[in-house]
C-alpha cells in the first residue's frame, strides 16, 4: 500500500479528488467548510461532473459530508464521534507496533530513521509537510506489521483525525517519541515499543480533546456535550 491515496490522478476526478484530499488532511479546508461544486470547477478548470466525482469519493472515505439541500461540507465530527476515533486509533496503533516489533526489517528501520529528516517545525509550511510525514511514519510502521487490512484500516483514521490534530499542532510534542519508538522496534522489545506508542497516542489524544473543549465547546457539533463521558 502507498503513503498517499491510491485514486489515480491522471483523470480529472482523480487530480481534483487528490488536491482535496490533501487540502483537507493538511487542515487547509477545515472541518464544517462548505464546498461548492461549482466553485471548486472553476478553481481547478474543469467541468462540474469530475468534482462531484471527487467530492463523493471523499465522502465514501468519510472526508466529506453530502445532505439534501446544503450540498457538500468538510466532514465535522460531533465530540463523541471524536472520542470514539481517538479510542480506536489507540486499538489499531498499539496492535501495529506490538507486530511490527516482531517483524521489522532493517530496510524498514533505515526508513523510519529518514522520515522527519530536516523537520524544523518553525513555520506552516514546515508543520504541514510533518503532518504528512507523521501520516507515512506510522503507515510504514503498521505495513512493518504484515497485516495490509491493518494498514489501510489505520490509513483511512488517520485521514479523519489528521486535521483534528492540525488545529492543536502536536508535532514538537510527538517527534521524540518518534525516536524512541525507532530504538524500540529495532531492539525488538515489544513491551517498550507498546508503552512508546501509547504514550504519543494519549499525549495527543488529551491535547486534542483539552483544545476542542476549550476553544471550540460552545459551536462543536453534540454526540456528547463537552465534558461528559
Same mark, same amino acid.
Given at each position: 500500500m502507498s503513503d498517499s491515496p491510491s485514486v489515480s490522478s491522471n483523470t480529472s476526478a482523480g487530480r481534483v479528488y487528490q488536491e482535496l484530499h490533501r487540502a483537507i488532511i493538511?487542515? *487547509?479546508? *477545515?472541518?464544517?467548510? =462548505? /464546498?461548492?461544486?461549482e466553485s471548486l470547477s472553476a478553481e481547478y478548470g474543469t467541468s462540474i461532473t469530475p468534482v +462531484?466525482?471527487?467530492l463523493q469519493m471523499l465522502s465514501r472515505e468519510g472526508l466529506v459530508s453530502v445532505k439534501a439541500h446544503?450540498?457538500?461540507s468538510v466532514i465535522q465530527a460531533t465530540l463523541k464521534q471524536l472520542r470514539d476515533m481517538l479510542e480506536l486509533r489507540q486499538i489499531l496503533?498499539?496492535?501495529?507496533?506490538? *507486530? $511490527?516489533a516482531l517483524?521489522?526489517?532493517?530496510?524498514? /528501520?533505515?526508513?523510519?530513521e529518514q522520515v522527519h529528516a530536516g523537520y524544523t517545525g518553525e513555520d506552516?509550511?514546515?508543520?504541514? =509537510?510533518?503532518?504528512?510525514?507523521? =501520516? =507515512?511514519f506510522h503507515l510504514l510502521i503498521a505495513q512493518a506489521s504484515g497485516n495490509q487490512e491493518l494498514a489501510q $484500516? /489505520? $490509513?483511512? /483514521?488517520h485521514d479523519r483525525l489528521t486535521p483534528h490534530c492540525v488545529q492543536v499542532h502536536t508535532g514538537d510534542v510527538v517527534e521524540a517519541i518518534h525516536r524512541l519508538l525507532i530504538e524500540t522496534l529495532r531492539s525488538r522489545d515489544v513491551e517498550r515499543a507498546r508503552q512508546a506508542i501509547l504514550a504519543e497516542v494519549?499525549?495527543? +489524544?488529551?491535547?486534542i480533546l483539552e483544545r476542542v473543549i476549550q476553544e471550540q465547546g460552545d459551536t462543536w457539533p453534540v454526540g456528547l456535550r463537552p465534558g461528559q463521558e
Open positions: 493538511v487542515g *487547509r479546508l *477545515r472541518p464544517g467548510a =462548505r /464546498l461548492s461544486a +462531484r466525482e471527487a446544503a450540498g457538500f496503533e498499539v496492535a501495529s507496533v506490538e *507486530r $511490527a517483524r521489522i526489517t532493517p530496510e524498514q /528501520l533505515t526508513e523510519l506552516d509550511e514546515s508543520y504541514d =509537510r510533518y503532518m504528512a510525514e507523521n =501520516r =507515512r $484500516a /489505520l $490509513a483511512a /483514521l494519549n499525549e495527543t +489524544r488529551d491535547i
